[in-house]
Structure formats: C-alpha cells, structure tokens
C-alpha cells in the first residue's frame, strides 16, 4: 500500500513540474506584439544572437564603472546602466547591473519600479534611507538605513526608493534578475505621460486640487520630454 503511495505521490509530483515548465518565458521588454508576416518582424523577446563563433571578449565587457555619475540635476542622482543594450553578451542570461550615484543632502532615486527584476543593492560609500512598500492592501513600508557594505533587496515590482542621508557623496552597486529589468518612476509615469493622463483622474486618484495637477503635470511633462 505504501508502494501505491509513493507512486501517486511521485506521478502527482511529475504532473506538477510539467505543468511548471510549460508556462511563458518572462517577457524582456514591455510587449512584444505579434504578427502574422515575419518579413515585418524586426524584434524578438530579448535580442537577436550572433553566431558564437563571431562572438569576441568585447561582447561580454563594459569599461568605466569606476567613473562618478554626474548628480547635477533635479532629484540629484545618477544611474548608470550596465545591461543588454551596454553588453551585448547578456542576453539570455537573465542579469544585469547599475551604478547609482548619490549628490550629498538628499540625492534621491526617486520611487520607481522595476516590472521584470529583483534588485539587491549593496552600499560602497556613504549613507543611504532605502526601502520598498508592499502591494495593495497592506501597502506596508520596509525600510532601513544602510552603510558601506551594507546590502538590501528589492523585491520584483515593488515601489521603492534610496535617499542619500549623508553629507557626503554615496554610491552603490545592485544586480536585477534581468537582462532588461525596465524601469518606470512613479511621478514621472503618472504626471508625465505622453499623452498626459485626464486630470480629473489624478486629481480624484490623489485627492488634490485639478489646478495643482495641471501644474505638475506641466513640470513632469517638460521633464520627460
């Protein structure tokens, strides 16, 4: 009877795994439509690959990380990007890495998402105020300040930020679960979207006043565009 047992069981586990590895590939960009001439086609989900004999080290490395990312603007940070489109051998392997620089008093990466990767972030100088906020509806907030040599993790999808705290410059390091973990910040999808989203939505959505929406929506927009 025990021999039955384990042997459902083990069919039960087998069906399950089959069921697993039969779902969709993760998407590398934010869609992919089809279409039903392929002579039109002119992207694939992720990129084209080159024949392996063609490949050379070149493909697989980036120089210049070493170089401070220029924190000169209006949230005072810098991200600089090291995924598929800067080496090309990433593609397929499901990671990517980016720099963040930090202005002192303040630089902000400004909460934003990533909509394909996790992001484990690492401090190497400075002091960061980092955290992300749970889906709806707890929309819980976990948060820590972190120093050199510190490490946090993002979880995939989740809004979430890093503030410099510190009266020096900062930077960190952080690895996404993707070749092109796309980004979206939050303010400026919303208040600055090409065409702008109706007012009367976010004025009811962020319960303020339609006049104070056109106006960020005017500064969003001029940013983004």
Known sequence: MKGVQFLVAFV????????VSASDPSPFQDFCVAINDTKDGVFVNGKFCKDPKLATAEDFFLP????????????????????????PGLN????????????????LNPPHTHPRATEILVVVEGTLSVGFVTSNTDNRLFTKVLYPGDVFVFPEG????QLN???????????????????????????????????DVLAKAFQLDQNIVKQLQSRFWWDNN
């Open 92 to 107: 397929t392997l499901g990671i990517s890495l980016v720099q963040i620089d930090y202005a002192p008093y303040g630089g």
């Open 165 to 199: 705290i510190g009266s020096t410059n900062a930077v960190a390091f952080a690895a996404l679960s993707s070749q092109n973990p796309g980004v979206i910040t939050i303010a400026n999808a919303v208040f600055g979207s090409d065409p702008a989203i109706n007012p």
């Open 158 to 161: 989740m809004i979430h930020f």
């Open 12 to 19: 039960l586990l087998a069906l399950a795994s089959k069921l």
């Open 64 to 87: 210049g990380l070493n170089i401070p990312g220029n924190t000169s603007n209006q949230v005072g940070s810098m991200v600089t990007p090291a995924n598929v489109q800067q080496i």
